[in-house]
Nanobody, 122 residues
Framework: VQLQASGGGYVQAGGSLRLSCEVS????????IGWFRQAPGKEREGVSY???????HYADSVKGRFTISRDNAKNTVYLQMDNLKPDDTAVYYC?????????????????WGQGTLVTVSS
């Protein structure tokens, strides 16, 4: 199982980025896929996840600004990030949960991709 995150970059506050998580080696439509982030000196935290039935969950800090979606035909999950803030600066990771636990806890995700860096300037 491989997850490949991409789409990070440098953006000014108020700007937008779309992250992609391309998944291979599994049937994506049976997995819950989550996005996590880790800022310098901080613990990794959950941002959002999407279940196989396309139900979604967002952390309070990103609710109303971020949108998660999935395209099973392309084996890809997206994270649209709008109205970005400097506090959103972090390395973003996608991860796969084969059991559909429906949580944002890092412990329930078995497969992890490498991160993609998002930097938001003030």
């Amino acid at each position: 199982v491989q997850l490949q995150a991409s789409g990070g970059g440098y953006v000014q506050a108020g700007g937008s980025l779309r992250l992609s998580c391309e998944v291979s080696g599994i049937t994506l439509d049976t997995y819950t896929i989550g996005w996590f982030r880790q800022a310098p000196g901080k613990e990794r935290e959950g941002v959002s996840y999407i279940n196989s039935d396309r139900s979604t969950h967002y952390a309070d800090s990103v609710k109303g600004r971020f949108t998660i979606s999935r395209d099973n035909a392309k084996n890809t999950v997206y994270l649209q990030m709008d109205n970005l803030k400097p506090d959103d600066t972090a390395v973003y990771y996608c991860a796969g949960d084969p059991y559909g636990s429906g949580t944002i806890s890092t412990q329930t995700y078995d497969y992890w991709g490498q991160g993609t860096l998002v930097t938001v300037s003030s």
